[in-house]
């Protein structure tokens, strides 16, 4: 996921390095070529246009500052307007006052609707709410068990009529089939039982059509929902925005979920749909666990765009999956590079694959952008062998790798049955990683030399 556009901008950025001061053609050129890069990542073209605009702008009028080279200053206003195209500030889920708050999932089927209500259930849970599930989708044959199985899984209780009697609580009252009735039944449910949120899983069709709209807003009108979340597949690009549209005027949404974001997405669909319904992209979804699921951070997606990594997620994913003072340390060791040593690197690569692919770990860690070819490479076996290598080194050597000389090389590569580039290649990547580490603990931009102020 914006793989094609990170590297672009990377490569972009790059060509001013070094330049004392930057003239009209530099900036015409490097908006030109922010441009290729969005419309490659499928960007909307009215998204594009404004976006290039405003950095054009801001870039011409830029200030001489103290502090920033002219190539940094570009970095920081394309920061900045990717934080914006992608709606600013991250936006929450609003809470009813009086419970329970109803939440109501809209989209095309197959968007990943039933699996998000799933991930939210688990979500909300993890938050300290009592989530309902309401299976509203009495159209795809199997929706209402692919919901039970969901919410078996995420532990989190499921609202769905009966079968053969689609009417939930109230078998005998003949509005068979009818998910209106079912979803204003769970509310009554939700309000008896003390659920504090209702997520309604509505239905979906393969396009849109009247009949799904018309269908979707009776049980807006129903349920009165206090968030109406429009869930679309991130994958299918460009047509995001159309059908975002046909959403927006059909039933109306408060904020949208991008799903399969791990897909082979170009992300075109996350850089356009915010700007161009003004509704904010609330939550991502990346897989098909229960866990692969986030709120969605503006600031941190750019972040992730421009190669400076995305500690902060990561932090946080370590705390739900270790307990707080292991979490602390982890985040003390990350942000803390100089204290980073190979023992470091060895023990959290073990606890790290605790939190998931190495691949996806990685790609979170600041400086990381540039090795994306090498991130691809990763199989979890390499770090088996990475394991043995830092295990065949002396403790004096893991505190210090710079005292690997020649020999020491060759006497590890040896103890860890490896040759002795593969030593090489690690220790220099640990290097990287440490040098990309300090310069974001000084609050610089990795890669690009001397944006930090150290
Ligand atoms: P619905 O018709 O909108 O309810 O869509 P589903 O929840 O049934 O999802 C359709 C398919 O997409 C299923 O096979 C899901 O497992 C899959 N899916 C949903 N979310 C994600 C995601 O974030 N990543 C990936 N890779 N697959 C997903």
């Keep these: ?52 605009a405003a ?14 080279n002219p190539a940094q200053q570009v970095v920081k206003i394309v920061n900045e307007e990717l934080i914006s195209i992608l709606g600013g500030q991250t936006r929450r889920i609003r809470f009813a006052k009086r419970p329970p708050t109803v939440i109501m999932l809209a989209g095309l089927q197959g968007s990943g609707k039933t699996t998000l209500a799933g991930k939210l259930g688990h979500w909300l ?25 969901v919410g078996e899984r995420a532990g989190v209780a499921v609202f769905a009529p009966e079968p053969g009697n689609a009417t939930g609580r109230t078998p005998t009252d003949g509005h068979s089939g009818d998910p209106i009735k079912v979803a204003r039944d769970s509310l009554q449910h939700a309000r ?12 979906g069709r393969l396009g849109i059509d009247a009949e799904l709209m018309r269908q979707a807003a009776d049980i807006r009108d129903a349920v009165g929902p206090d968030e109406i979340l429009f869930v679309v597949d991130a994958m299918i690009g460009q047509d995001a925005v159309a059908t975002a549209q046909a959403f927006l005027d059909g039933v109306g949404f408060d904020g949208v ?13 996350a850089l356009s ?50 307990d707080a003072q292991q979490a602390e340390q ?32 990685l790609g979170m860690l600041p400086g990381m952008a540039e090795m994306r070819q090498q991130l691809n490479q990763i199989d979890e076996k390499e770090i088996d062998r990475v394991s043995a290598i830092i295990r065949s080194m002396t403790p004096a050597e893991r505190q210090d790798p710079k005292i690997l000389n020649g020999s020491r090389r060759a006497r590890i ?39 930090g102020p150290g």
């Design 1 to 52: 996921m914006f793989d094609t556009l990170s590297d672009r901008l990377a490569a972009t950025f790059k060509s001013l390095r070094g330049k004392g001061r930057l003239s009209e053609q530099d900036i015409d050129a490097t908006c030109r070529e922010i441009r290729i890069a969005l419309l490659e990542a499928d960007v909307a073209l009215p998204a594009v246009r404004q976006f290039v």
């Design 55 to 68: 950095v054009k702008q801001r870039s011409l009028g830029a200030e001489v500052s103290q502090a920033l």
């Design 125 to 149: 849970k993890g938050q300290g709410h009592s989530p309902l599930l309401v299976a509203a989708d009495l159209q795809r044959p199997n929706a209402v068990t692919q919901l039970q199985v």
């Design 192 to 203: 008896d039982k003390m659920y504090d949120v209702v997520v309604v899983d509505t239905a």
């Design 257 to 269: 979920v991008l799903t399969k974001l791990d897909g082979d997405a170009r992300g075109g669909a």
């Design 273 to 322: 749909v915010a700007q161009m319904t003004g509704r904010q992209v609330m939550f991502a979804s990346n897989g098909e666990k229960l866990d692969d699921f986030d709120v969605f951070h503006p600031d941190r997606m750019a972040s992730r765009i421009l190669g400076m990594g995305d500690v902060l997620s990561l932090i946080e994913q370590a705390e739900r999956t270790f």
């Design 330 to 361: 982890m985040a003390r060791k990350i942000m803390g590079g100089d204290q980073f040593t190979l023992d470091d690197f060895l023990s959290q690569m073990e606890q790290l694959r605790k939190l998931g692919s190495m691949q996806k770990i």
């Design 413 to 451: 590569a040896r103890g860890s049955g490896v040759s002795v580039s593969a030593v090489n290649n690690l220790v220099e990547r640990f290097f990287e990683a440490q040098k990309a580490m300090r310069t974001m603990t000084r609050g610089g931009i990795p890669g690009i030399p001397g944006f």
